[in-house]
């Protein structure tokens, strides 16, 4: 693997609560368009598999909420999340500047 496909994988695939946090920062997402939202939105399509093991890590940790949206089971960022989304950034942020 080329080193530009690795970094890549590592942060999109390797890297889905990112993904999820930010689509459920202002919004509740359905469960059932998580996937088609993140290839939309970050032009990457996670796994089937994945996508909920990252869903039911993300919510037992307390950083998604389970909500409901048009009857359909959704999520939403909670406070705890959106505080990591801005540690993340502001690494991001270091990181780059640095390279």
Do not use: H, S
């Given at each position: 693997?080329?080193p530009f496909e ?6 999109t ?5 990112i993904?999820?946090l930010?689509l ?13 939202l993140?290839?939309?939105?970050f ?9 909920p093991?990252v ?5 037992r940790?307390?950083y ?20 990591e ?6 690494f ?7 390279i």
């Open positions: 693997m080329q690795r970094f890549k994988k590592a942060n695939e390797d890297n889905l609560w993904y999820i930010t459920g920062r202002n919004v509740e997402i359905p469960n059932e368009n998580i996937r088609r993140i290839f939309e939105g032009e990457f399509l996670p796994g089937k598999i994945l996508t093991r869903l039911y890590r993300l919510e940790e307390g998604i909420r389970r909500e409901r949206f048009q009857c359909k089971r959704a999520y939403k960022t909670t406070e705890k999340g959106i505080a989304l801005d540690k993340m950034k502001l991001c942020k270091e990181l780059l500047e640095k």
